[in-house]
């Protein structure tokens, strides 16, 4: 640039304001770092231009005041030189305004330039920022995708939680009912152990005191049958017609020495059975029904709970006949 001891003020002070604005942060981001680089260069070269044509003027009106201070009476030939002398201050300050004002135009135009150039680059920075706007809005979507998925898995978290702890306590319910039904279970085994050991206890002793009086029972049947027909005239028929029913006869008795209470025709077949698979309920009962003196009928219970029990009475018969 230009300098020299005496600028126009106006213009310097224009050069200056039109740097001063460039500077600002507004319009300094459109500039790039060379850019940027002049542009501070020439801003500080005006200031220095401005501060040196400030200096010039405060000299020069130092000088006339001193030159009005001094004697009336000069020569004429000093006020002369002195006019020259402004003259050619003023043909300076001319010269020096003309060359700023190219510098100026100049500076405008590079700052259209600048301008030019940065409109161009502008529809590329707006298209990126589209672009960038447009990722992070997709970003921020899918975070918010995310955190809503986020929370419905800790909502399932949850319920799956609950749902394994109900779980749980069912099974453990479970397993004390299984516990209670073993223990029930083993319960009535034992229980069935028990019976089925008193039933062959009872079983065995049936069988011993058959074994003991059935020889008893037999004869005092037959005694008892034979008083009470009589003679042979009279009643030439016997209640025993064989050898099976006299054997019969005196299993049942045993059976029914055992039963004071007395017990059921089905319940004594169920146990002649158990010798002999052909056993007949009839043929017991009217077996039963022939020897009135060894075997009685009773009726126990009422209503619907009525039942006829066979019981022995042997040993009242004996007696009565």
Known sequence: MVSGPSLYPATVEQIVSVFQAAS??????HFSKAQRKNLDMWRKQAEEIRNMHNEQLMGIRREEE??????????????????????SQAEALKEENDSLRCQLDAYRNEVELLKQEQGKNQPIRSEEDNTHSQQLSFLQQALQGMQKQLLKMREELKQREAELEKSLEDKQQLKNQVLNLKEGLQNLQNIHAMQ??????????????TNQTSEATVS???SCSQEKEGPTEKNPQSPVQSEREALLVGIISTF????????????????????????????????????????????????????????????QGIKST
């Open 220 to 222: 005092t049947v037959v």
């Open 256 to 315: 029914l020495h055992v039963h004071p209470f007395g017990a059921s025709i089905e319940y004594i077949c169920s146990y002649l059975q158990r010798l002999d698979t052909k056993i007949n309920p009839s043929e017991v009962e009217a077996l039963l029904s022939r020897l009135p003196c060894t075997f009685r009928q009773e009726l126990t219970g009422v209503g619907a709970s009525l039942e006829k029990r066979w019981n022995f009475c042997g040993f």
């Open 24 to 29: 600002k942060q507004k319009a300094w981001d």
């Open 66 to 87: 001193m030159e009005m201070s001094d004697d009336d009476m000069e020569d004429a030939p000093d006020s002369k030189d002195s006019e020259d002398s402004g003259v």
């Open 196 to 209: 089925l050991e008193t039933a062959k206890q009872d079983d065995r002793g049936s069988e011993e005191s």
